[in-house]
């Protein structure tokens, strides 16, 4: 299956900066989906926006989505050290129990 | 949230032996669950797509009889890596769906996944 492309591949940045990562991807979709992964672990569901909405907020998350560019940004604001993980989008074209197609991921370290 | 949880979180085996790998929706009912691998520091491969009481759909280049799938309970999914090789070593996470609920919304709640190591 396709997966989606992220940039940047690796993001480090001080402690109570802001942390925008990118995601773009290939065919029409009915959702999009964030996700954090602590290394070694799974997954924890952070956000999810739908194909008809622009923009989502969640604490210190904000979700944006340009579906006629394909794209998606995920923005963490003050971010604090326990934020360092790989952060993964995810593409749904459908609801229910579609399969999701995974993004490469970027691997953010939050320097103290 | 719902909560996932994947028997054992680790296991490390000799090339050849067979490895199940146990994947349980603690606190609701997975009429779906799907099975992922991950190569360090690789995004997450879906490998097949498990509905209870039918058979596994498997993607392409996912060798079935390597990998098998039986999903027998609306609260428990099985992987086995049949006659497992040194390749075969990566993280395995599996993930379940809720059908028909208001959290059904393709979201899925993942297991803390597995690594398995083949010597």
């Known amino acids: 299956s396709q997966q989606g492309e992220e940039d940047p591949q690796a993001l480090s940045i001080q402690e109570g900066e802001n942390a925008t990562m990118n995601c773009s991807y290939k065919?029409?979709?009915?959702?999009l989906q964030w996700y954090r992964q602590n290394s070694g672990r799974g997954l924890v569901h952070l956000i999810l926006?739908?194909?008809?909405?622009r923009e989502k907020h969640s604490g210190r998350l904000r979700v944006t989505l340009d579906t006629s560019k394909k794209s998606s940004s995920l923005l963490i604001t003050a971010s604090r050290a326990a934020d360092t993980a790989s952060y993964f989008c995810a593409t749904g074209r459908g609801f229910g129990n579609e399969k999701l197609t995974f993004g490469t991921g970027t691997r953010l370290t939050i320097i103290p | 949230g719902a909560v996932v949880s994947q028997h054992p979180s680790w296991v490390i085996c000799k090339s050849g032996t067979s490895v199940k790998i146990e994947c349980r929706s603690l606190?609701?009912?997975?009429?779906?669950m799907f099975w992922y691998r991950q190569f360090p520091k690789q995004s997450l491969m879906l490998m097949a797509t498990?509905?209870?009481?039918?058979?596994?759909?498997?993607e392409q280049g996912v060798e079935k009889d390597k990998f098998l799938i039986n999903h027998a309970s609306l609260t428990l999914s099985t992987l086995t890596v049949t006659s497992a090789h040194p390749e075969d070593s990566s993280f395995y996470i599996c993930s379940a769906s809720e059908w028909g609920t208001p959290r059904s919304y393709n979201e899925q709640f993942f297991g803390p996944g597995t690594r398995l190591t083949v010597l």
């Open positions: 498990s509905n209870e009481g039918s058979k596994a759909t498997y």
């Open positions: 926006i739908r194909s008809n909405e």
């Open positions: 065919t029409s979709i009915n959702n």
């Open positions: 606190d609701f009912q997975a009429t779906t």
